[in-house]
């Protein structure tokens, strides 16, 4: 079947995170992204790909930090609360009932409840068609121990990915496939 142009990222799952940032007087703000993507292992680059009318893209600009939370299934029921186009400097945390954790190396909190968090410094930002790629310099990261096994363990963390609008994918198992010898 043909599709149109604009359909391709719906044959795409991708997992999603929500991104923290802060405003210059140091107010929350929370929003979840899909377009993302690990970029370089050194020096350790991470990418998203954002709308530049959003108040993520603004904090970043005024502050030049963010956090990238990895989330998982039990965040599904919330994506509607932390995706609500809440007036600048509502913190939308709040409203989704989430806990705040100070990280260790940026300014905006990481989000306690989550997978797992990539603390970044902003590192440039490049205009790619009406959005604007994001990267970030990976300063820290962190997991929650009983997410980890060497790797991400997929069944216990089942993190929670995005395919388009209401429809995402959890519940996954993990596989392991052999690899050429490096
Ligand atoms: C699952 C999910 C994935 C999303 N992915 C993106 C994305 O990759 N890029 C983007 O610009 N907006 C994305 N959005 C929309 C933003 O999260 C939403 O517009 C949000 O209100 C932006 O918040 P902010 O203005 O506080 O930054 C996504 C929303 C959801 C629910």
Redesign the pocket.
């Known amino acids: 079947m043909e599709l149109e142009e604009g359909a391709y990222p719906k044959l795409m799952v991708r997992p999603?995170v929500v991104i923290t940032t802060v405003s210059k007087r140091g107010i929350p703000?929370a929003?979840?992204?899909?377009?993302?993507s690990p970029i370089s292992f050194d020096p350790p680059l991470y990418g998203?790909?954002?709308?530049p009318a959003?108040?993520?893209w603004r904090n970043i600009q005024d502050n030049g930090e963010f956090v990238v939370n990895v989330v998982n299934k039990g965040f599904g029921e919330l994506?509607h609360v932390?995706?609500?186009?809440y007036p600048y400097e509502d913190n939308?945390l709040k409203h989704a009932g989430l806990t705040e954790e100070r990280a260790r190396t940026v300014s905006p909190p990481r989000i306690k409840e989550a997978i797992a968090w990539i603390e970044c410094k902003f590192e440039q930002g490049v205009e790619l068609g009406d959005?604007i790629w994001v990267v970030g310099r990976v300063q820290s990261v962190g997991v929650n121990d009983e997410y980890w096994k060497g790797v991400l363990a997929v069944e216990k963390a089942n993190p929670l990915c995005?395919i388009a609008g209401e429809f995402f994918a959890a519940d996954m198992r993990g596989v392991t496939y052999k690899r050429a010898k490096r």
């Open positions: 999603t703000n929003a979840p992204f899909s377009f993302n998203f790909s954002c709308n959003h108040d993520t994506m932390l995706e609500t186009d939308e959005h995005h």
